[in-house]
């Protein structure tokens, strides 16, 4: 099923500026053709990921902490999500919100490896974690209204 559903995808960001990574599988990533992959905080690490897809996958990895972020650079991923920054129901297992101050301090640590705020990420505060010095921001909440999508996208551009 997350197969073809992965195909479908594919097809449907072909020939756009779109990156379309898995969750956490490579092997399907790989098999149907997308970008990459993001792996969790419990995934293979991104060298076992390099070695077994090669270096055209592109990897991206879940951190909590600058410690985290600093291996998933060392161990070749291609960026990292840090976060949660901002309060969000759908992060608080990974504990309280790092907050931007720490974004700050990761990004400026790890420069120039690309680092994308994640958790409780809103049009109100995307700006926050982009003047920080986020090479972007991700979210649930942020992209789940399909009638929104756009404007959501053409609003965080302009920031």
């Not at 779109?18 to 149907?32: E, G, M, P, Q, S």
Request: glycine fraction near 8%; charged fraction near 20%; aromatic fraction near 6%.
């Amino acid at each position: 099923m997350l197969y073809k559903l992965t195909v479908r995808a594919v097809a449907l960001t072909r020939d756009t500026n779109t990156k379309l990574l898995v969750n956490d599988r490579a092997d399907i990533a790989k098999a149907a053709g997308a970008d990459g992959v993001h792996l969790t905080s419990a995934s293979l690490r991104a060298s076992t990921i390099r070695k077994t897809f090669g270096e055209n996958l592109l990897v991206g990895v879940s951190t909590h902490s600058l410690l985290e972020a600093s291996v998933a650079r060392d161990d070749g991923a291609d960026f990292a999500v840090f976060g949660p920054i901002f309060e969000t129901a759908s992060k608080q297992s990974y504990g309280e919100p790092l907050g931007w101050h720490q974004l700050t301090n990761v990004v400026r640590e790890l420069q120039p490896f690309p680092i994308v705020a994640l958790g409780g990420v809103s049009l109100e505060n995307a700006n926050d974690c982009l003047e920080a010095g986020a090479a972007g921001v991700a979210g649930i909440s942020l992209f789940n209204d399909l009638s929104r999508v756009n404007e959501v996208v053409k609003r965080i551009a302009r920031c």
